[in-house]
């Protein structure tokens, strides 16, 4: 709960954005490393569900069209992953669907995690159920 952001109504978006909003300030901060950067910037979405999906592409979109443009320092220093328990993402669509839409974040450098499940969250790691532990 401490280092995780729920997005199930307006106020958790409001709060997904404001966090988002002070990552990319404290990116631009005088004396950040660039290995301090790149966990700064390193955005992780755990469901590969419609919203998770949904999510994933909206802020791949905020970042190239908004935050680029407000902060070209930052251009092509954030990352997008994407974790779902399933093989890929949106399980329950259509396979052309599915397979759109892994396709486009694979053009989009979003990466697309599968049989992931997420065990624990730490303040810029991340920890599967293979004990693998995905740090920034």
């Keep these: 709960m401490e280092h995780a952001r729920f997005l199930k109504d307006v106020r958790e978006a409001r709060a997904i ?3 988002l909003l002070n990552c990319l300030e404290l990116a631009c901060m005088p004396g950040v490393t660039p290995e301090e950067r790149k966990k700064i910037l390193s955005f992780r979405i ?3 569900g419609p919203t998770g999906v949904e ?3 909206e802020l791949h979109d905020f970042i190239t069209e908004d935050v680029y443009r407000l902060y070209p320092q930052l251009k092509d220093q954030v ?3 994407l974790y779902d328990t399933a093989p890929g993402i949106l399980g329950g669509f259509d396979g052309s669907l599915r397979e759109y839409a892994e396709r486009k974040f694979a053009r989009d450098g979003v990466t697309v995690k ?3 499940r997420v065990t624990a969250v730490g303040r810029d790691w991340i920890e599967l159920q293979d004990g693998e532990r995905g740090e920034s």
């Design 46 to 48: 755990v469901g590969g």
């Design 55 to 57: 999510f994933a592409a």
């Design 79 to 81: 990352t997008i992953s």
């Design 17 to 19: 954005r404001k966090q």
């Design 114 to 116: 599968g049989n992931s």
